[in-house]
C-alpha cells in the first residue's frame, strides 16, 4: 500500500488549499480514508474521514471538506479560512485490514 499526499505550501491566513492523496495497492472506495495532521510538538491529530460518511474534528467542522474520487482511487481535503494554528503536516491513513499512513504534506499558514 502507498499512499501520495500532496497540495501543502505556504498559505495566507483566510486562504483556502486542497490536498490530495493518491493511493495505490488499496481501494479508496473499500476503506476508510481519513487525514491526520501534527503540529511542531504536538501530537498527531484526526481531522476528517471518508467510507459511508464523512466526519471531522472540530477544529476543522465547517471550514474542511473530505472526498474522494474513486476512478482516481484519490483522496481530497479542502480546507477554507485557514488559520496559522492550522500549520502542520498532513498525513493521509487509510484504514482496512490494517493501518497504512503517507508521507506527509506540510502546509504553513503564515503571513
Known amino acids: 500500500v502507498q499512499l501520495q499526499a500532496s497540495g501543502g505550501g505556504l498559505v495566507q491566513p483566510g486562504g483556502s488549499l486542497r490536498l490530495s492523496c493518491a493511493a495505490s495497492?488499496?481501494?479508496?472506495?473499500?476503506?476508510?480514508m481519513n487525514w491526520y495532521r501534527q503540529a511542531p510538538g504536538k501530537q498527531r491529530e484526526f481531522i476528517a474521514g471518508?467510507?459511508?460518511?464523512?466526519n471531522y474534528a472540530d477544529s476543522v467542522k465547517g471550514r474542511s471538506t473530505i472526498s474522494r474520487d474513486n476512478a482516481k482511487n484519490a483522496v481530497y481535503l479542502e480546507m477554507n479560512n485557514l488559520k496559522p494554528e492550522d500549520t502542520a503536516v498532513y498525513y493521509c491513513?487509510?484504514?482496512?485490514?490494517?493501518?497504512?499512513w503517507g508521507q506527509g504534506t506540510l502546509v504553513t499558514v503564515s503571513s
Open positions: 491513513c487509510a484504514r482496512s485490514t490494517d493501518w497504512w
Open positions: 495497492g488499496i481501494s479508496v472506495s473499500r476503506s476508510y
Open positions: 471518508i467510507s459511508s460518511f464523512t
